[in-house]
């Protein structure tokens, strides 16, 4: 079955961390490149961090030296961690192909970062 799973979400204090973990099925594993999303309350999903097959990466310049997104080749797994917590950073955090496939998008995990 070809599928994502979101998980490691929380409830958070500004300045603190989480680290988030997507399951990836192989094929989608393997894709070009594969990015965390995130949509806050009343806001567009928008693409936080990017990480190619061969390792590159790309970050929207909000969370720039904050998170750091990462993979698992063994475990065909992509992380996200998340330093320095801000408020700001509350949403739903999804994974998905990038650029995104529709019918990979999955229930997300909540994160939650309380002034």
């Known amino acids: 079955q070809v599928q994502l799973v979101e998980s490691g979400g929380g409830l958070v204090q500004a300045g603190g961390s989480l680290r988030l973990s997507c399951a990836a099925s192989g094929s989608i594993f393997w894709t070009n490149a594969i990015g965390w999303y995130r949509q806050a309350p009343g806001k567009e999903r928008e693409l936080v961090a990017t990480?190619?097959?061969?390792?590159?990466?790309n970050y929207k310049d909000t969370v720039k030296g904050r998170f750091t997104i990462s993979r698992d080749n063994a475990k065909n797994t992509i992380y996200l961690q998340m330093d320095s917590l801000r408020p700001e950073d509350t949403a739903v955090y999804y994974c998905?192909?990038?650029?995104?496939?529709?019918?990979?998008w999955g229930q997300g995990t909540q994160v939650t970062v309380s002034s």
């Open positions: 990480i190619w097959r061969v390792g590159t990466t």
């Open positions: 998905n192909t990038v650029p995104q496939t529709m019918a990979y």
